[in-house]
């Protein structure tokens, strides 16, 4: 079946520190692929997507490249902020499955 | 603004009570779900529901049931609860149709502690 592979945390980064999250997924057909964070307190919300192979999904400073060669879809940043400490999930979806897939999360912390 | 809105953030029940969860969405979503969020677990999906009352089991099923009879409305059931659904539960909804990427707009979750 359709599975999320993410690296462990907890991850603990200093502020303006460059941030690497790393996700593989294991899927049939043609995913789309999500990262979600979860601040503390709240829901998810979606951070960022790509939905075919060679996009590269962006928002608020954070980048994912759907590699479809490696099955990956790490999430990065140059320049990290306190403000980024949350908790950060990789998810796919087959097309027309409906259904997101989650990885089990990875909790970044940003010391001032 | 769109918007998932679960009934309560925190609740505290005892053990063998029956126990509701509620959630609502604006966005005329088909789909919606309830998920569970442990640490290191991640989200384990419980149910799902792709229609007005329709539902379907997820990954985790057992001590949990699902009432959808409004298209905006999905609530969580525990016939009984016990100390082992200590958790926090996310409830979600998405669209369908051509084009739809399946993502999922989120609640801010309720916390249920089971004593």
């Known amino acids: 079946g359709n599975s999320v592979t993410q690296m462990e945390g907890p991850v603990t980064l200093s502020e303006e520190a460059f941030l690497t999250i790393n996700c593989t997924y294991t899927a049939t057909g043609y995913p789309s692929l999500f990262w979600y964070v979860q601040y503390p307190g709240e829901g998810l919300q979606l951070l960022l997507k790509a939905t075919k192979a060679d996009d590269k999904g962006s928002n608020k400073g954070f980048e994912a490249t759907y590699r479809k060669e490696t099955t990956s879809f790490h999430l990065e940043k140059g320049s990290v902020q306190v403000s980024d400490s949350a908790v950060y999930f990789c998810a796919l979806s087959e097309r027309g499955a409906q259904k997101l897939v989650f990885g089990q999360g990875t909790r970044l912390t940003i010391n001032p | ?115």
């Open chain 2, 1 to 115: 603004d769109v918007k998932v809105t679960q009934s309560s953030r925190y609740l505290v029940k005892r053990t063998g009570e029956k126990v509701f969860l509620e959630c609502v969405q604006d966005m005329d979503h088909e789909n919606m779900f309830w998920y569970r969020q442990d640490p290191g677990l991640g989200l384990r999906l419980i149910y799902f529901s792709y229609d007005v009352k329709m539902k379907e089991k997820g990954d985790i099923p057992e001590g949990y049931s699902v009432s959808r009879e409004k298209k905006e409305r999905f609530s969580l059931i525990l016939e009984s609860a016990s100390t082992n659904q200590t958790s926090m539960y996310l409830c979600a909804s998405s669209g369908t149709g051509w084009g739809n990427t399946g993502e999922l707009f989120f609640g801010e979750g309720s916390r249920l502690t089971v004593l």
